[in-house]
Nanobody
Framework: QVQLVESGGGLVQPGGSLRLSCAASGGSVNSYTVGWFRQAPGKEREFVAA????????DYVDSVKERATISRDVAKNMVYLQLNSLKPEDTAVYFC????????????????????WGQGTQVTVSS
């Protein structure tokens, strides 16, 4: 059973940057496709980015594609989401999620696919 713990959220001004971290235990990140999702108050959970378990492919929602980078450090068993040029509409709770050896890239964006979820980290973009 994989446990996921997010960190790195906080209050940042528009135009600023954050690096969110997802620490995994109970399994290696190179055996799991990991996705980042976010949920703003009153809205549904939204896909942000994903990295395949093979490390060979990534996917981003269009609204962050030019501003975000998902990466992983297998040695540290961590997955990161770097967010740049943050906007107020990026304000949300950000969650990481994982599913073992999942290759169906057309489903990376579906929250229901993922087996394990972290508790989330709050990102607030405001001046």
């Amino acid at each position: 059973q994989v446990q996921l713990v997010e960190s790195g959220g906080g209050l940042v001004q528009p135009g600023g940057s954050l690096r969110l971290s997802c620490a995994a235990s109970g399994g290696s990140v190179n055996s799991y496709t990991v996705g980042w999702f976010r949920q703003a108050p009153g809205k549904e959970r939204e896909f942000v980015a994903a990295i395949a378990w093979s490390g060979g492919s990534t996917d981003y929602v269009d609204s962050v594609k030019e501003r975000a980078t998902i990466s992983r450090d297998v040695a540290k068993n961590m997955v990161y989401l770097q967010l740049n040029s943050l906007k107020p509409e990026d304000t949300a709770v950000y969650f990481c999620a994982a599913k073992a050896r999942f290759d169906s890239a057309w489903l990376f964006r579906a929250p229901a696919v993922y087996t394990y979820w972290g508790q989330g980290t709050q990102v607030t973009v405001s001046s």
